[in-house]
């Protein structure tokens, strides 16, 4: 898929782009490393999910299928997680910018690269992250902020998202179509999130196929290929995917089942290595404060007066009293 070109708005420096995102959300987390790997600069907004920023008519306008991440490059509105690092790569990939893709088009390299990110982009992710939370035989070692009430939260909506879809395409005519056809997908496609636990054996099928062949690939970096990345000496976008995949399953508990402990020793060795990168480290990192002051945010919006005061001084106060307890234990 391509971005259709370079954009007339872009001015190729990264001084206009802007990326409506949520810091829990895995498709986010794959353009945040991407910006952050290419090092380009650009402005941020988190959409509060959990208060259901995205179906409100300001954001609706940026993407009708109410999902972030979005990237905005002057009045160019980019959704889509695939469709933005593919942005990203056809208009920042030259002089101070990283480049996540091999020059060289018809290479070994670059083929297997597209191989991988179909594999791993074709993943159904929002079944595995909630059929997970509505499966408690799977919950093996959740980490925060995956905590058994939001698990239980995450299987209620799961179950009446197809309704609640509806009801925003009721109370947004301007966006109905594209509503309904969600909630469709909700309800019987492939966004339907509520999960059998026969179901769910095919879902974590798919997943352990696409890891294997990531371990079976990894296992051929022998001697002075030992440094390489998932395809290559290039650290590129099928390593953002995997990244942001490995990541995505640890914190939902289910680093067991598909490498630690033995099962997967080559991705378990490559999930050591892109822990210790820094891009990694910014574009998954999740702080219960950062989300809190998402939720202030939100709420100063809608309820600008007392009430917001009132919540913004009591939670920066819990923050504080976080820090201060952090700070007087080391
Ligand atoms: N294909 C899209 C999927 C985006 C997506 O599903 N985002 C989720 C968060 S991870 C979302 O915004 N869900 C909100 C909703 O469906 O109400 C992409 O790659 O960006």
Redesign the pocket.
Known sequence: MSSGGPSNNSNGNGNSLKLYY?PM????QRVLMALYEKRVPFKSQVVS?LTKE?YKPWFLRLNPR????VLTDGVKVIP???RIVEYLEDNFSNGQFGQLTPREKGSEESRKIQAFRECFEGLPV?AMTYGTAGNPHLWDNPKFPFTPTLFKQMAEMAKTRPSMIRGYAQSNPEFQETLREKALEAQDGDQNLHKTAEEMDDVLGRFDAALGRAEEELATHTGEHTHWWLCGELFSIADIDLAILLNHLYVLGHERRFWAEGKRPHLQAYWDRIQQRVSFQRSTHISLGGLQLARLHQAFKEHSGVLASVMAALGLAAISYAVYRRVNKS
């Open positions: 949520h959300s895995f498709y986010s999910l995205q109410a999902e972030v991440p889509d997680s695939v929002g």
